[in-house]
């Protein structure tokens, strides 16, 4: 691999790892707040064991998504020190703020871990309220600085070349960042609610001959259901608005995303196929009339832009098409699925629930982590070859120091290390405290005042 590329790696790699966790630090508080509200709505104390353990779990990622989380920014300044220098005149407004958030979101968490059965009802949920606040904060300020690398905004330049006249706040106000930062947090509570159905219907495929428990992980699963379908449906509205935003800001991108060669009014949708470069065109796939143009503009005759309008050169690589493609086949398959599930527990009642179902929603989990990662890989490679759209290519970002391919399988390594590590903590944590023992002793009265959750 040539450096760029291996920088790209690297740089690609080690933000993969990370927005596993920094996702789940996003979805897991905002779950956690809910079960603390369904405590508060029905009084069944198994919703506040599920907050407690899902705390627990939370600590344990967060434990990973600071390191993980450091490493990037890292990178970010050794491998791209040419696009840090826009940052640090243009964008550095979000990344100041976020460290705000951060001690927002710490400083909640302890007092919730340590101090919820000795605070009143309400501000027992405004300790969580702010702990998932904190976290979603985080994530809309680092999608700022994301969404200004997409459409550039907050300054000029000069007759040289040079930043002048920057204004912070439109920075970061910058065109892509509503659609942006709404797609990131409902997509975020989505796989945190998905995550939590996943291991859920797990746990009943293994505990169906203990009813408490049973009956403990089929509450956490509908519950978990409820949001990630609620949540799903949310981050298809939101696609599009922001295929909208794509529209009017970078028209490549979009054509790229849904194959699209020719301008034209009336655009079919896509589904699948594979592009052939050399007819200009894209073969095999599924064409809905007209939908492109709607989803676009909210008109069937808008015309949209095609790749030949457009230097071959600047040409997002053609794999976004299919990322684009996964992203949008397993969200609409988490909404049937928690649709579905819904519509079996409402038939079947109290009657357990059948094991070839549970069987699919162990799936769910995975689904909407794999969901998250082709989705930023979609946002960040449908950008290319800017760095900063048509500002900056990314070739004139990256560093000139070599010896990256050493660094890359070292980075690799280490992050194998560490998903070694968080699953071997996070069993050996919880089988010391088997949920059998504490539906126990929350039933019998002993898990009930004073007692916090640590």
């Not at 080690?14 to 596993?20: D, E, K, T």
């Not at 034209?264 to 949708?269: D, I, N, S």
């Not at 594979?274 to 200009?280: H, K, P, R, S, W």
Request: some cysteine.
């Amino acid at each position: 691999m040539d450096e760029l590329t291996t920088a790209r790696s690297l740089f690609g790699s080690s933000l993969g790892f990370h927005i596993i966790f920094a996702t789940l630090g996003v979805g897991l508080p905002f779950m956690i707040f809910v079960s603390e509200i369904a405590y508060q709505i029905t009084k069944d104390r198994e919703y506040t064991l599920m907050a407690k353990r899902w705390t627990k779990a939370q600590a344990i990622l967060l434990g990973v998504a600071i390191p993980s989380g450091t490493i990037v920014a890292v990178q970010m300044s050794l491998l791209w020190p040419k696009f840090m220098e826009w940052v640090g005149q243009v964008i550095a407004l979000p990344f100041q703020v976020e460290l705000f958030a951060f001690f927002l979101e710490a400083l909640f968490m302890s007092i919730y871990v340590y101090a919820a059965d000795r605070l009143s009802p309400l501000l027992r949920v405004l300790s969580v309220f702010f702990v998932a606040l904190g976290g979603s904060a985080s994530a809309v300020l680092i999608t700022s600085a994301n969404a200004w690398m997409n459409t550039p905004a907050g300054f000029d330049l000069a007759a040289d070349g040079s930043v002048i006249n920057v204004r912070p706040l439109e920075a970061f106000l910058n065109p892509s960042f509503p659609s942006a930062a709404l797609h990131v947090l409902v997509s975020a509570y989505m796989t945190g609610a998905f995550v939590v159905s996943g291991i859920a219907a797990w746990r009943m495929l293994k505990g169906k001959q203990d009813e408490a428990l049973y009956r403990y992980h089929r509450k956490a699963l509908m519950l978990s259901l409820t949001v990630g379908g609620l949540m799903s449906l949310a981050t298809a509205f939101n696609g599009h608005w922001a295929g909208q935003v794509l529209h009017e800001n970078q028209p490549e991108k979009l054509a790229a995303a849904e194959g699209l060669f020719e301008t034209q009014a009336y655009a079919p949708l896509a589904l699948g196929g594979i592009a052939d470069l050399e007819e200009g065109k894209l073969k095999g796939a599924i064409e809905i009339p007209w939908m492109l143009s709607f989803l676009a503009d909210n008109r069937f005759d808008a015309v949209v832009k095609g790749l030949n309008d457009f230097p071959r050169d600047t040409w997002p690589p053609f794999y976004v098409h299919t990322l684009f493609n996964l992203m949008v086949a397993i969200g609409s398959l988490l909404i049937l699925l928690a649709g579905f599930a819904w519509m079996v527990r409402w038939k079947r009642g109290k009657a357990p629930m059948p094991r070839w179902l549970l069987w699919v929603l162990t799936t769910t989990g995975p689904l909407s982590v794999l969901a998250i990662e082709f989705g930023w890989v979609f946002t960040c490679s449908g950008r290319q070859p800017w760095t900063v759209y048509h500002l900056q290519r990314t070739a004139e970002a990256v560093t000139d120091a070599g010896g990256l391919l050493t660094w890359f399988v070292l980075f690799i390594s280490l992050y194998l290390l560490l998903a070694v590590a968080t699953v071997w903590v996070m069993r050996a944590y919880f089988r010391r405290r088997p949920l059998n023992e504490e539906l126990a002793a929350l039933h019998s009265g002993k898990g009930r005042e004073g007692e916090s959750l640590g």
